[in-house]
Each structure stands twice: as C-alpha cells, then as structure tokens.
C-alpha cells in the first residue's frame, strides 16, 4: 500500500485519468463537479463488478429474478415512496463566504453528533461551528432541499423525476412478476441502474456525485416466520461480495447497525457495511434494511392495486416483508482501486505502481506483445496467439514503446499476465508469461498456453 495514505485519494484519481478509467466528464466545457465518465478500462471494470454482483445475487440464486426498470416513473410512485414529500437534506449557507453545505455533515464531523432531520437541533449546533472554507460562523438558517431531479414530459402535465433509488421500479413490477413467475417465498427481485440525487455538496472523487449506479435486491419474505436468519444470511453475502468477488481486505471493512432510534418507523434493523476511506475514516459502501410492509402497503394505497401474496401451502393472504440490500456499484468501484494500488520499490531508483486487482476484475487478463515492433514475424506471431488466446480471455495487444514500458503501463492497469513473443519464439514456440505480482517470468510452449492460463486463473 502507498507509503502516505493522505495522498492515495490524489493518486488515485490521477492513475485514473491517466489510464482510462475515469475522467472528469466534459472538461472541453469546463466539466460539471461531480461527473465522470468512465473511460475504456474503467467501464470494462465496472461491468465486471456488475457481473460478479448479479453472479452472486441473481444467477446463483433459484430464488432471484431480475428486472431493468424504466429511470422516470409515474410521479405518484414516488408520492407513495415518500420521496417526494420527505426526500430531503438540510443545507445551511455560510453568509460570508456564500459557500453552501449539507448542515447535518458539518455538524457530524465537528462533534460526532448524527443530527440528520431535524432542523432546530442543527440551527443550534451550527452556531459554534465555524465555516470549513472561511472560517467565519455566520449561518443562513438550515433548510430542507428536496434531492429529487424534476424534469418535463411531453403528454404528461406534472413534472417528472428521475430515480432516486433503483427500487421504486422493483416494488411498481411487484404484482407483474408474482403473476408470471409464480414463486414461493421467500423471493427476491433484483436491479442495476442509473440513480439521481441533487446532492448538496458532492466530492470524494466517484465516491458522491449527483448521477451514480445501484445495484439492489428487494427480497420478499413471510411476516409471520423468523427474519433474523434471512437477514443474516444476506448481510454475510454482502460482506462475501466484497472480500471474495472485489478482493476488499475484511479489516478495512466494518459493520453499522442504526441505532434504533435513528431507525424509520417501518424498520426493525439497519446495517451498513462501512470501508475505511481514506478521508474521513470509515464511510457507508451498502446497506441492509428491513423495512416491514411500508413499501407494498404504500403502493398498495397509493395506486389501488392489491399488492398482496397468496400462499398456497398455508391457504393465507399476506403482504410480504422485505429485506433490502442496496450497493452504490461507485462506491465498490472506488474500494476496488484504494485496496489494489500498491506502490512497490524495484530498485534504488525505481518505483513501480502496480494496481493488484482479482484476475476477476482487471479489466485485462492478458496483454500479449511482441517484443519489437518494428518486425512482422514477430508482430505476426503475437497476433496469432492475442486472437487464439482472446477466444477465452480478456486480451490486449500492445507494441507500443519499448517493453519495460509495456510492462508499466499493464501493471498500472492491473493486468496479471503479459505474454512476451521473442526471436527464440520463432524457433522454440515458446513465449515468456510475465507474472504481474511476483514479476517472475517463465517460458511456456504456445500450443500450453491456453490450459496454463485456464490454472492460473482457477478461483
Ligand atoms: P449517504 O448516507 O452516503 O448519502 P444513503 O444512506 O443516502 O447514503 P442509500 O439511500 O442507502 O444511501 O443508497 C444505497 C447506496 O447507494 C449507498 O449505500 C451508496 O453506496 C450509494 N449512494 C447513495 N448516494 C450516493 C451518491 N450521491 N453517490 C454515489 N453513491 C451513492
């Protein structure tokens, strides 16, 4: 791990922008804060954290279905969700230097104290809490600012918005996919997508910005049995995710329980896993909540649709309960890189950054070169075993620069192998496999290479 953990965030970001994992979007026009583009290695990662997600959550669960719901929504949906009414953060100006803030994080990181919501306990805090960009402590009095983006619709006469939460979707499909999938309880419903929050301040990098991805599962269970076991169940998954599938070390890892009197009325248990984030310390990655029948009875109301669940075995009519757990894939994404950038001495003068992410997610596996460019024997060769070996893995072909810059850059992207062709391999068809963790290098016959790799990359 870097040797000065206050600039990893820096250098992050930097490697980011560097490589192609992540720009700033739209910097020919100045960019907006908080959005990003994700560029060619970045968006191959997050599509495998996506599929390592949806493996655990969905494919390997009898009992999961998926969806892909619309972004805007009838706006009584989010009547009914209570977004609209009560989707809100406090922000507070400072009146000398204009600068505005979410009150209730200004207040939490000067005495520690969780004041979200409540308005007067705020006001009060905020009078000996200085401004952390002037210093000065003169407030505007805290408001609330619904987080909800509002936009137009042709044929629809209300304002729309756009999502939230990729749950709404979940719940409106409820009865749809009891009626056609016909499953037993306990059930789940899961989703990955685009969600909007007009955050009041956004910063960290990826870690808040206003547009970010969700990954959720709503899981349907019976009222009357025992949750405790399902839930933990679920929350051990979670941790599973992250240790197993995105290579998180588990110390920098810890739970959350709400407190139960900072818990919503429906909710009988909170639990965020939290990562140790190099501002701030440790920071909510996802969450699970139990929360009752608020949500199908809401819908229940608010469209005039039975949202209910027969029970053949028991001859019962219920409303489900549902467990809740929901990711922000930026966030996984971003404890990704923290956990895998390592800064490793390799002599007196150098240093290498090497990024060491599970061969499950690095968005190359292979990078295979050949060792000159500049001679088609070669260059042939190395074609010919990157389009044998990109059938099974992902591949990249690179004669770029010389090939201890290769290897930079591919360390830098986390690739695990690079596959040398030299003039021996014209002779011995053998290449040289380059590992990315020790740097150790070993001669493999060609016609080997496939089921060397298919070893190596055993889980
Ligand atoms: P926070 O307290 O950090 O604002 P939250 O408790 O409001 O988060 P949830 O409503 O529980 O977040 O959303 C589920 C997940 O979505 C969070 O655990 C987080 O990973 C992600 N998420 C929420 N807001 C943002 C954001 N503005 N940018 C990136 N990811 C987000």
């Known amino acids: 791990m870097s040797e000065n953990i206050n600039d990893l965030m820096e250098k992050i970001v930097s490697l980011c922008k560097r490589r192609g994992f992540v720009f700033s979007a739209g910097e020919i026009y100045g960019g907006l804060s908080g959005s990003y583009s994700y560029g060619p290695y970045g968006v191959t990662l997050k599509n495998k954290i996506k599929k390592q997600w949806w493996d655990r959550f969905v494919s390997s669960r009898d009992e999961v279905y998926g969806l892909d719901g619309p972004i805007i929504l009838p706006s009584r949906l989010w009547e009914a969700s209570g977004h609209i009414g009560g989707f809100n953060d406090a922000m507070v100006d400072c009146k000398k230097c204009r600068k505005r803030w979410r009150a209730d994080h200004l207040v939490v990181e000067a005495t520690g104290q969780d004041l979200e919501g409540d308005l007067d306990a705020l006001n009060k805090a905020l009078l000996e809490i200085p401004c952390p960009a002037c210093g000065a402590k003169k407030w505007s009095a805290a408001r609330f600012f619904n987080m909800m983006f509002k936009t137009e619709m042709n044929g629809v006469d209300d304002s729309v918005y756009l999502r939230p939460e990729t749950a709404g979707a979940i719940f409106a499909e409820f009865k749809n996919i009891v009626d056609v999938m016909r499953p037993k309880l306990p059930f789940g419903v899961a989703q990955i997508g685009k ?3 007009n955050e009041i301040i956004v910063g960290n990098f990826i870690f808040r910005t206003r547009e ?3 990954m959720e599962l709503e899981y349907f269970i019976d009222p009357e049995k025992d949750w405790q076991p399902i839930f933990s169940e679920l929350l051990k998954e979670q941790e599973n995710f992250f240790i197993d599938d995105l290579g998180i070390n588990p110390e920098k890892i810890r739970q959350y329980e709400h407190p139960k009197e900072k818990l919503s009325h429906y909710s009988q248990k909170t639990i965020d896993l939290e990562y140790d984030m190099p501002f701030g310390g440790f920071k909510e990655l996802c969450g699970l ?6 949500d199908l009875k809401q819908h229940s109301q608010f469209s005039n649709e039975k949202l209910e669940y027969f029970d053949v075995a028991s001859n019962r009519r219920l409303t ?3 467990l809740e757990p929901s990711f922000g894939l930026d966030r996984c994404f971003l404890v990704v890189l923290l956990s895998a950038y390592c800064e490793e001495k390799i002599s007196e003068k150098e240093t290498r950054v090497v990024l060491r992410l599970p ?3 690095a968005p190359v596996t292979i990078a295979v070169f050949p060792l000159l460019k500049n001679k088609p024997e070669l260059v042939a060769a190395a074609r010919k075993v990157y ?3 990109r059938l099974n893995f992902s591949c990249e072909f690179d ?6 810059k290769r290897y930079r850059r591919q360390d830098e992207i986390g690739t695990p192998f690079c596959v040398t062709l030299d003039f021996d391999s014209l002779d011995d068809d053998s290449v ?3 590992d990315r963790d020790t740097m150790t290098q070993e001669r493999i016959k060609i016609l080997e290479l496939e089921k060397y790799f298919f070893e190596r990359l055993k889980k």
């Open 289 to 294: 909540a139990h929360r009752g029948d608020f």
């Open 212 to 214: 970010f991805e969700q």
């Open 387 to 389: 389009e044998n070996l």
């Open 359 to 361: 061969v499950n997610l």
């Open 320 to 322: 489900p309960h549902v």
């Open 432 to 434: 040289t496999v380059r």
């Open 399 to 404: 004669d770029n620069g010389n090939v201890g």
């Open 195 to 197: 969600a909007f929050r």
